[in-house]
């Protein structure tokens, strides 16, 4: 019986990974070769990403269709990056993923992906112009927080509130700099914005926590306050190519 049919029989929607590494110590060969692995996606994932350019990463639902009007919201955010001079980054995926690097490649930007291989395979989005593929969520949530100077949180489920108050608490904690995060959708978000409101009164953060994103349904509101913030406290620049390391654009 293979893995899908046995998921099938203990009733799961979505079978479990054959290879399960959080189930307690294993051998110390295994640890190593676990290990390395790990440190391969990373340096596979900065080869990839290094020469694409600053980033404004799009986090949102792989569910919205084309027809849908989040998606056709985070379309626009890719056209807009790609004006701002930007590379739009996303999980490669589709829905508002494919939706914002759709915006960007069709509008002449560059568009990357960082994909993820799930036991439901979620493909890679025809609108990539540089893409890499993990087997840990770990290190893809790095890699997607690591080259970019701002990020814009649309609509979503379980995995865009983890990658959002991931980034939040980076922040927060100063552990990365404070780039202008923004949490589009007022009538999507608003209970979640509630209880944010309650953390902050019942002492479990700090009121000024709330001043770390833009609540808006306005695509101008926020790219202005992403291009007022970035150009105001940074500047680009250039990498050179390193030729014996066979570097590649």
């Known amino acids: 019986m293979n893995l899908k049919e046995k998921s099938r029989k203990a009733g799961r929607i979505i079978p479990a990974k054959e290879h399960v590494y959080l189930d307690g110590p294993k051998s110390r060969t295994y640890e190593l070769g676990f290990a390395f692995h790990v440190l391969w996606q990373f340096l596979k994932g900065f080869r990839t990403l290094h020469f694409v350019g600053p980033c404004i990463t799009v986090f949102g639902s792989a569910r919205f269709r084309e027809d849908h009007i989040y998606y056709q919201k985070a379309e626009e955010f890719g056209k807009r990056i790609a004006e701002l001079g930007f590379t739009t980054m996303t999980g490669g995926g589709p829905g508002i993923m494919e939706a914002a690097n759709r915006g960007a490649f069709e509008n002449g930007g560059e568009s990357v992906g960082c994909n993820i291989k799930l036991p439901f395979e979620q493909h890679y989005n025809k609108y990539l112009t540089a893409s890499v593929t993990f087997e840990h969520f770990f290190v893809r949530k790095v890699l997607l927080v690591k080259y970019s100077y701002a990020f814009i949180i649309m609509p979503g489920g379980f995995g865009t509130m983890d990658e959002f108050f991931e980034t939040i608490t980076l922040i927060q904690t100063k552990t990365i700099t404070q780039f ?8 999507f978000y608003k209970e979640l914005m509630l209880a944010i409101e309650s953390m902050a009164a019942k002492g479990t953060i700090s ?11 306005d695509v101008d509101e926020a790219m202005n306050h992403i291009s007022q913030y970035i150009t105001t406290n940074y500047k680009i620049k250039k990498r050179w190519r390193i030729p ?6």
């Open 180 to 187: 202008p995060i923004v949490l589009f959708g007022k009538e």
């Open 244 to 249: 014996w390391l066979f570097e590649k654009r």
């Open 207 to 217: 009121k000024e926590d709330m001043d770390l994103v833009l609540l808006t349904d």
